[in-house]
């Protein structure tokens, strides 16, 4: 396993400082796995880590000073320790220097699992906490009462269910006694930096369907996403939709993700949506009419509350609009059919059609047939390009 994965922290090493790869990207790398974020802890005061990397921002979000790009793929953001001077004084040596820094920080953790850290000078782990043994037993808690940390962290439903989507680990019975009680619920519709990032690594997480069902449980999803909520008041015939109301079928849509995608993810939980608005005009003939349309008008709504960039909002809003059009693949023209398949949203648009099949009990023929002919699309195309013309 490499640890040394981030040239920052080896950078302030060299320089003098000390340095520690802290929180989840310990964790990540005490289980084997490879850290999405790069945190990092240091002594380095603001001013010496803007000499230091010139690139850096300011970010004071969830307990950060400055952020960086790593090494072109991940992200660093920077912690910087805080002391009280009469508390300076009174550290004899490095030693206990050190010990005294990680014990100021691990709180910042909020979660025992995350109250790990790297000692990147002498390439060992440091639990001023002593949790490992909680590590090894899979068992997710807080740092302090549940009670007491949601005072400083109204989000702590949110966060639970994000370092839960991260590890799958077991929530301790104290937490999980306070987040189905309704002190734990706080208001989430002014989505916020850390809520928007944290809602971003469930749904890179693999365990979306899971985290999401546990928000719901907890009654935060309806503050959080009330427009997916909104679907449990929608029922569906049971010859199409089996496995139950609109929201049911949505959440069971994740289930089925194989290469979880930020923006696919999104899709999905957006793409049903409208069918709260159209269902009491359904016709016998033809059940939530128009709603691919409707959904695409409340997807832009919550995509401008997410704060998605407009190259995201382009990729959500066209797997939403376009999310029934495969199921007429063998009857589509040619013009609109290249118009779908020359979408570089295309895969992911196959994708999430497989898992709104899959999650309806559906046969996947038609999924399969798509795949086929979008396979030969891309296989003509490129014989065009280099003037062969198929």
């Known amino acids: 396993m490499n640890l040394r994965c981030s040239t920052p922290g080896d950078l302030l090493v060299e320089k003098g400082f000390l340095a520690f790869y802290a929180f989840e990207t310990a964790r990540d790398l005490l289980l084997g796995r490879k850290p999405g974020v790069i945190r990092i802890l240091t002594d380095a005061d603001l001013l010496q880590l803007s000499r230091l990397f010139p690139d850096a921002v300011h970010e004071k979000n969830w307990g950060t000073h400055m952020r960086c790009e790593g090494d072109g793929t991940s992200i660093v953001r920077f912690y910087v320790s805080e002391y009280p001077v009469e508390r300076v004084v009174r550290i004899p040596g490095v030693i206990e220097h050190k010990r005294q820094l990680l014990l100021n920080a691990a709180p910042s953790a909020l979660f025992n699992v995350n109250c790990f850290f790297y000692d990147i000078e002498e390439g060992i782990f440091r639990d001023p906490l002593d949790q490992y043994e909680m590590l090894k037993r899979g068992i997710l808690e807080t740092v302090e009462r549940p009670e007491e940390l949601s005072r400083r962290c109204p989000a702590l439903a949110l966060k639970t269910a994000k370092v839960f989507s991260e590890t799958g680990f077991s929530l301790a019975e104290p937490l999980t006694a306070f987040l189905n009680s309704?002190?734990?619920?706080?208001?989430?519709?002014?989505?916020?930096?850390?809520?928007?990032?944290?809602?971003?690594?469930?749904?890179?997480?693999g365990r979306a369907f899971e985290a999401f069902s546990l928000l719901d449980e907890w009654a935060v999803l309806r503050h959080l996403l009330p427009e997916l909520t909104a679907l449990k008041e929608v029922n569906q015939d049971k010859d199409h939709h089996p496995e139950g109301n609109g929201f049911t079928h949505t959440l069971r849509c994740l289930k089925f993700v194989k290469k979880p995608a930020v923006n696919l993810i999104m899709a999905i939980l957006l793409h049903d949506t409208g069918k709260a608005f159209t269902e009491s005009s359904a016709k016998k003939m033809r059940a939530f009419p128009n709603h691919s349309n409707v959904s695409t008008g409340i997807a832009k709504e919550v995509l401008a509350r997410f704060r998605f960039s407009a190259d995201d909002k382009e990729e959500v809003l066209f797997l939403v609009q376009n999310h029934m059009i495969l199921d007429a693949v063998k009857r589509l023209p040619k013009s609109i059919l290249r118009r779908i398949f020359g979408s570089p949203y295309f895969p992911n648009l196959l994708e999430l059609y497989r898992a709104d099949l899959e999650s309806g009990y559906h046969d996947v023929h038609n999924y399969y047939h798509a795949a086929r002919m979008y396979k030969e699309f891309l296989r003509v195309d490129r014989l065009n390009q280099q003037g062969v013309y198929a």
Do not use: M, Y
Request: glycine share 8%; hydrophobic share 40%; net charge negative.
């Open 182 to 205: 309704p002190g734990c619920v706080r208001d989430f519709r002014k989505t916020g930096d850390e809520i928007i990032e944290d809602f971003a690594a469930i749904c890179l997480s």
